[in-house]
């Protein structure tokens, strides 16, 4: 059975999510009195109180969470299958970035990424086309998918690209999503 976190965290918690003592008593449905005496240590609550001070802060918590659609970078820049590896190196270069996707009609049909390109390049002209070196595809997600999937996704892949009706509306690197991540951390 799952116990549950210190009645200390509360506070914490509350405070971190940027609600008042009220906000939690009512998404809780308790009085505030009882928030504060908690948080005070003024107040043993029972288990079910507790409870549902610690889910009111849970669902809260889910509500804020960041997804693809706000963390995603807007602008594409891509290659298709045809264009050569110079053409793929140069961009790669003219953007400061280390990977992008290779996409054909719209849709992705792989990826390139700088560690790809050196070693293709080492042994292949720089004429030779972007589809002989290419990954596979990144996956596409939904606008409203959540950062923490993504960054689940961002564990196998370079990157993962964002899509709303089957279009491609962005992408996210693991460097998006660092960048989301509160300083201090």
Request: hydrophobic fraction near 45%; proline fraction near 5%.
């Amino acid at each position: 059975m799952a116990s549950l976190p210190e009645l200390m965290e509360i506070r914490q918690r509350r405070k971190k999510l940027g609600l008042t003592q009220q906000v939690l008593a009512q998404r809780a449905g308790v009085s505030q009195s009882l928030v504060a005496k908690v948080e005070a240590g003024q107040s043993d609550p029972g288990y079910s109180v507790a409870r549902k001070l610690f889910e009111a802060l849970e669902q809260e918590g889910r509500a804020r969470e960041a997804n693809a659609g706000e963390v995603m970078q807007k602008h594409i820049y891509s290659v298709s299958p045809r264009d050569s590896l110079r053409l793929a190196v140069g961009k790669l270069r003219r953007h400061d970035i280390s990977q992008m996707p290779v996409l054909e009609g719209g849709h992705a049909v792989g990826t390139v990424t700088e560690a790809v390109l050196l070693e293709a390049l080492s042994k292949m002209p720089p004429e030779s086309e972007v589809k002989a070196v290419m990954a596979e595809a990144p996956p596409l997600v939904a606008l409203e998918t959540s950062a923490r999937a993504v960054a689940g996704l961002l564990r196998h892949y370079s990157l993962v690209l964002v899509g709303k009706a089957g279009r491609i509306k962005g992408l996210i690197t693991r460097a998006d999503l660092l960048e989301r991540l509160p300083s201090g951390v």
